[in-house]
Each structure stands twice: as C-alpha cells, then as structure tokens.
C-alpha cells in the first residue's frame, strides 16, 4: 500500500500535467484567436519539377460533388500564374450559372487575345454555342468600342449564316450604311466556280450582278439602276 507521501507526489504530478495541458489548449486558442480573415481552409503544395503532381485532389463517387466553395460573393477559385483545365466523357466540362449576373465571364488584356475561346474537332461539333431561351434576349450577343461586333470566317462554308423560323434571316443598321458588299478584285460577273440562284457579286467597277440560275459558274444578269 502507497503511503501517504507517495499519493501526494502522484496528485502534484496529475495537477501539473493538467495545467499545462490547459496552457497548451490557452495557447492554442490565442493562435486560432489571431488568425486574419486571410488565412486559409485549406492549403497544398507541390514540387513543380514533377509532372502531373496535384496541389489538391478530390475523387467523388457518382452523384456526388468532389469540391464545393461557398463564399459570400468573393472569388470562389482564384489561379495565379496558370489556367484551369476540366476533362469529361459527359455533360458540360465547364458549367457557369448565375441567377443576377453572367454565367461565364472571361476576360483578357493581351492583344490579339482571346477573352472566351471555343474550338470544336469532333464532326458537327459547334466551337461556341449560345441560346436564348423564352428569354427575348439573343442567344449570343457581340459589342465592341472599337472593333467589330461579331466577326465569322469560313475556310469552305458560310462565314455567317442567319436564319429564322418567324422572323429575317438578317437584319442590319448602320450609321454608314446598312449593309456593304465588297467588291471583286475584277470587273465582270464570276466565270468560274458553283454558284446558287440568288447570289450577288459587285465587281472591281461597283457593278452589281445577280444569279438567276444556279450552276457552276450560273447564269448571272446584271442589276441596272435607276
């Protein structure tokens, strides 16, 4: 049987290991106490000098959600230095939705760059598609200060094609004119060619022509103003 000195002893070691427990727990609590609304959730880091290494990974089972960010209108990713890459079999790779402002923004300052771009390799597959729906706002919208609105280039079809199942294929207004046709580098209606009833030509003297006949290069009549 321990005698009274030895319990003593023993309680005088309990209290102080119980006191600096609390320190450390007082400690604790005046770093966490200090910490600036600039400290992070959650951090990682890794050696960039091996490829495909992740600062960050999240695997998720089907149906669920392998990051989530809420914040209170401050940026939820933001990247330094680099870009963000999305790989998908299905669904959308990069999904934007916003109920009071824009579902996607991009933007750029280097010139010549793009702010939004869109590249397509699979067959039909579209590079940027935009729909309004019941919205009475247009699917995709263009504005520039300086620039052109919306440019469209085609290496074999149509630069720009418009259609409407109710309204005009194209409506344009212009301060200079509503609309320009480029002339040829040649006078004369084109010879060669396929060419659809319905085309017009302006040639290298301002002379504007019509295909009445489609074929290859077509029959063509010259439209005579009044």
Not at 93 to 121: L, R
Not at 160 to 183: I, M, N
Request: glycine share 20%; charged share 10%.
């Amino acid at each position: 049987m321990s005698s009274a000195a030895d319990q003593l002893t023993t309680r005088r070691s309990l209290l102080r290991k119980g006191l600096a427990a609390l320190g450390a727990l007082a400690g604790a609590g005046a770093v966490l106490g200090s910490r600036t609304t600039d400290a992070l959730a959650a951090s990682g880091s890794f050696n960039a000098s091996g490829a495909g290494n992740a600062a960050v990974t999240a695997d998720a089972t089907a149906g669920a959600t392998g990051v989530k960010i809420t914040t209170d209108g401050g940026l939820a990713v933001d990247v330094q230095g680099g870009a963000i890459k999305v790989f998908t079999n299905s669904g959308p790779a990069v999904a934007g939705t916003s109920v009071n402002s824009t579902g996607v923004a991009g933007e750029t300052s280097q010139p010549g760059g793009w702010a939004v771009a869109g590249i397509a390799f699979g067959f039909n597959a579209i590079g940027v598609y935009g729909e309004g729906i019941e919205s009475g706002g247009p699917g995709v919208f263009g504005i520039s200060d300086n620039g052109d609105g919306v440019v469209g280039s085609s290496g074999r079809a149509s630069g720009v094609l418009g259609k409407s199942a109710l309204g005009y294929g194209g409506s344009f207004q212009g301060a200079v004119a509503p609309l320009h046709l480029e002339p040829a580098t040649t006078k004369g209606h084109p010879t060669t060619g396929v060419h659809q009833r319905g085309d017009f030509w302006v040639d290298a003297a301002g002379v504007l022509f019509f295909c009445v006949t489609g074929g290859t290069p077509g029959v063509w009549k010259r439209v005579r103003l009044i």
